[in-house]
């Protein structure tokens, strides 16, 4: 291969996988933020938005386990690392124009590695739970747009997703 030819970092050269070794990184701040949004339809979002779905407090339960799947990441995801995750803050916004509910999840750690599969899983899990809840109202839920939005620290620097302002 020539020194053009871009490596697989989780890739043995005879084609096995692995984990990419981090020891010798430097540790740093790393910060990352993950947006996604729940589509619930007009009936859902309304018992959503009263706090009148029978099987309690969407929201509150969406957010907990949210911040569950951010430090059980490296558990769920193959060859990713085990990180101390040293805060995890998960909110909700309401979207009365598409009954849906957005999703904002921000990790922060200070390590060899960054965070944005911690946040990325935050926002996965916090919308499954959120379907979980509301799929005895309607089956027709969609969880969707789940994206970095930035992150900072580590050897490839900050990331800033640009979007037109109307995008989650």
């Known amino acids: 291969m020539g020194t053009d030819t871009p490596t697989l970092t989780h890739v043995t050269p005879e084609g096995g996988a692995r984990m990419v070794d981090i020891s010798e990184k430097k540790s740093s701040i790393r910060t990352a933020v993950a947006r996604g949004r729940v589509l619930l339809g007009a009936d859902a979002f309304r018992l959503v938005k009263e706090n009148q779905v029978d099987k309690g407090d969407v929201l509150t339960t969406a957010q907990i386990a949210g911040i569950m799947g951010a430090k059980q990441t490296s558990k769920l995801i193959p060859l990713c690392h085990d990180v101390s995750v ?11 124009e598409q009954h849906a509910v957005d999703i904002r999840a921000y990790t922060r750690t200070v390590g060899a590695t960054g965070v ?6 935050a ?5 499954l739970t959120i379907y979980d809840m509301c799929k005895s109202i309607t089956k027709d839920i969609t969880i969707t747009d789940i994206h970095l939005r930035a992150k900072t620290g580590g050897q490839s620097g900050d990331y800033r997703r640009t979007d037109p302002p109307s995008a989650n």
């Not at 040293?86 to 009365?96: A, D, M, S, Y």
């Not at 944005?116 to 899983?121: H, I, K, Q, V």
């Open 86 to 96: 040293h805060g995890v803050e998960i909110e909700f916004q309401l979207n009365e």
């Open 123 to 127: 926002v996965s899990m916090a919308g």
């Open 116 to 121: 944005e599969m911690e946040a990325l899983t």
